[in-house]
């Protein structure tokens, strides 16, 4: 007989780890966690500095981007996490949660109990601030939410230049006020990571004889009976059975992914690539939303970021000094300063993102200045374009079709090239000069709107930010209703990024973190545990 649990929760990232730490405090609730991915063993996975890793390979599906038939047909890296704790494991520990109008935003549209009101009190219960204990922020929460250990001068010199241009510094971006530059909050505790595995799942494993972790367990579809999920099938184990529900929580792109192998989402595709209908669920997969992110590099006139501790020699004494002091460049996630403002001036809240880089080259694919160098990404937050998630066969080895489908609306074009030309002006003003030698990309030879088109097709990249393809909404074509619960098969909800109706206005992480939290409670409520 198969096994039997009364929650199986299908991926182990951001939101999956909240789930099964929140309803496995019950002892009397049996719980299955499964991850496709490895356990978070290797030192890259705590360490700040390891996001430098990250997208390079470490910890990831290895999966692109269809060609971009608004952007000459360009496809870029897509880094999604295949580890214990997601894209909380791997990412550069932003703590941003959006825009208080984002969230009233999804009220609007008819999801109940999503204002920003509603959601603050899931923000606050997640997290152990170490500066903030106020409306907006909590202590005590699993998730450790720290100042940054290892801030640079250029920093200060960031704030100033900004200033400049009359952006105002900001003390605390997830607060009142999003608008301003300053220091992000990081998801860290103690100058580590507090990924969602280390803050959730690390205090409670093996302690909990109601809770089974499993990683390195790749589930091959979601099983169907009479319109009510009953359980998942393994690749390696057969068959495990659900008593109460099914919950997927396998992120933007691996929820729809599975759904669609399951036989459940838009009929004529899955005909087309060989899969059994089931049910029929048009807009699985559909409204793929990311920020699309432009960046300015800078030569430096020193060694003002962290570049030279690429060097194996410089990169040794790093590790030593932070093994000393929990200081210097392995402290840093390497992005931890920032800020929120305006492309278009009528905007209803900030609608441009900036990350400085303490370094140039830090991601997969972009450039590194011989003689070191600073970063500034540039994202616009609420791109008007819209995208699909669809597998490519019924092989469920096979990487799925993702297509973001950026710069569809020109819309969106406009407002990324004002985001970067905004960055570049803060990159030239008086107050970086003594750190900036020169602007190497886009550099002067990138002066009319054609160039920068040519230059983004060329340069631009993800901001690791997917959402949307499960969409929450009260119609009749929403993917799940304001419970998270799947519209037209029951014992099934989805709980993670893909519920997002309209991207919010930052990193996504944070707000993942609180549909995991939100979500546990619509679970427990329901079943009165």
Known sequence: MAQTYDFIIVGGGSAGCVLAARLSENPDVKVLLLEAGGRDIHPFYHLPAGFAKMTKGIGSWGWQTVPQKHMNDMVIRYTQA?????????????????????????????????????????????????????????????????????????????????????????????????????????????????????????????????????????????????????????????????????????????????????????????????????????????????????????????????????????????????????????????????????????????????????GSGIEAGVAAMKQGGVTLNSAYLRPRSRGTVRIASADPNAAPLIDPNYWADPHDREMSIKSLKLAQEIMSQDALKPFIKAERLPGPDVRTDQDYFDYACRHAKTDHHPAGTCRMGADDRAVVDSELRFNGISGLRVIDASIMPTLVSSNTNATAIMIGEKGADFVRRSHGI
Request: charged share 20%; glycine share 12%.
């Open 82 to 358: 295949k580890v214990i704790g997601g894209g909380s494991s791997i990412n550069a520990q932003i703590y941003t949660r959006g825009n208080a109008l984002d969230y009233d935003e999804w009220r609007q549209m008819g999801c109940v109990g999503w204002g920003y009101d509603d959601v603050l009190e899931y923000f606050r219960k997640a997290e152990d601030n170490d500066t903030f204990n106020d409306r907006y922020h909590g202590q005590g929460g699993p998730l450790g939410v720290s100042k940054p250990a290892a801030p640079l001068p250029i920093c200060e010199a960031f704030f100033d230049a900004a200033g400049e241009l009359g952006i105002p510094r900001n003390a605390d971006m997830t607060g009142e006020k999003q608008d301003g530059v300053g220091y992000y909050q990081l998801t860290q505790r103690n100058v580590r990571r507090s990924s969602a595995s280390m803050a959730y799942l690390a205090p409670i494993r093996g302690k909990r004889p109601n809770l089974t972790i499993r990683t390195g367990a790749q589930v091959l579809r979601i099983l169907v009976e009479n319109n009510k999920a009953v359980g998942v099938e393994l690749a390696d184990e057969g068959v495990i059975r659900a008593g109460r529900e099914v919950l997927l929580s396998s992120g933007a792109i691996g929820s729809p992914r599975l759904l669609q192998l399951s036989g459940i989402g838009p009929a004529d595709h899955l005909r087309e690539v060989g899969v059994e209908v089931v049910y029929d669920h048009p807009e699985v997969g559909a409204n793929l939303q990311d920020h699309l992110d432009l960046f300015v590099i800078a030569e430096c006139t020193g060694p003002h970021t962290y570049d030279r501790y690429a060097k194996p020699h410089w990169s040794a004494i790093a590790g030593l000094q932070y093994l000393l002091t929990r200081g210097g460049p392995v402290a840093s996630s390497l992005f931890e300063t920032g800020g929120f403002w305006y492309a278009d001036t009528n905007a209803r809240s900030p609608d441009i993102q900036f990350h400085l880089g303490l």
